[in-house]
């Protein structure tokens, strides 16, 4: 079984702290993503990574960037988090760029970041 | 720029089969359609991917018509126990965008 961790399922920031949210997956998998989930909006895509050290931005990359030094860790860093960046934080990974296996995305349990 | 729209909630009773309906304009012939199933306090599990006619696995069938404007996730004889989210996923071979539904809210009842 696939399986992909992270590494709080809830946390607490103020404004203007940094923020790092580790993800962790155990299937050798190529691609890695981070998702924002907020009610009514679904998810949106903040960076996806095809590779080590390779990223590219999702629908909303500002206020965010990420890290993939090891092939199954992605981070996702808040340089300065404010309230607006209060949401459930998805990771997800999965096999292969070239393949429709790309969107067979193997999802953690989130993060619920709440910033005050 | 394709969009998928999904209806926000739908509910139904146990044994029932349910059908939700994903519409997605401007889709190419190769792109892929995939569902998702989300459970409060989990991140969202594949159920079921096709690009077209129709796919079907152990839990649910994928139909997807001609013209490919839409697509429809089948749950045979639901139980209390698919009450959950839905989410439809369009995925564009051309630049692997992702182009994520909204979510359907099912609500299955005794």
């Known amino acids: 079984d696939v399986k992909v961790t992270q590494s709080s399922r809830y946390l607490v920031k103020r404004t203007g702290e940094k923020v790092f949210l580790e993800c962790v997956q155990d299937m050798d998998h190529e691609n890695m993503f981070w998702y924002r989930q907020d009610p009514g909006l679904g998810l949106r895509l903040i960076y996806f990574?095809?590779?080590?050290?390779?990223?590219e931005k999702g629908d909303i990359p500002e206020g965010y960037s990420v890290s993939r030094e090891k092939k199954e860790r992605f981070s996702l860093i808040l340089e300065s988090a404010s309230t607006n960046q209060t949401s459930m934080y998805l990771c997800?990974?999965?096999?292969?760029?070239?393949?429709?296996?790309?969107?067979?995305?193997?999802f953690g349990p989130g993060t619920r970041l709440t910033v005050t | 720029l394709a969009k998928t729209t999904q209806p926000i909630s739908m509910d139904s009773y146990e044994g029932q089969e349910v059908n939700i309906t994903c519409s997605h304009n401007n889709i190419a012939t190769n792109d892929y359609i995939t569902w998702y199933q989300q459970f409060p306090s989990q991140g969202p599990r594949f159920i079921i991917q096709?690009?077209?006619?129709?796919v079907t696995n152990e839990v649910a069938s994928l139909f997807i018509p001609a013209d490919r404007k839409s697509s429809t996730l089948s749950l045979p004889r639901v139980s209390l126990s698919d009450t959950a989210v839905y989410y439809c996923l369009v995925g564009q071979n051309s630049n692997y965008q992702l182009i994520w539904g909204a979510g359907t809210k099912l609500i299955i009842k005794p």
């Open positions: 096709g690009y077209k006619t129709k």
């Open positions: 997800a990974s999965s096999l292969g760029l070239w393949t429709p296996a790309v969107y067979e995305q193997y």
């Open positions: 990574s095809y590779d080590v050290k390779m990223k």
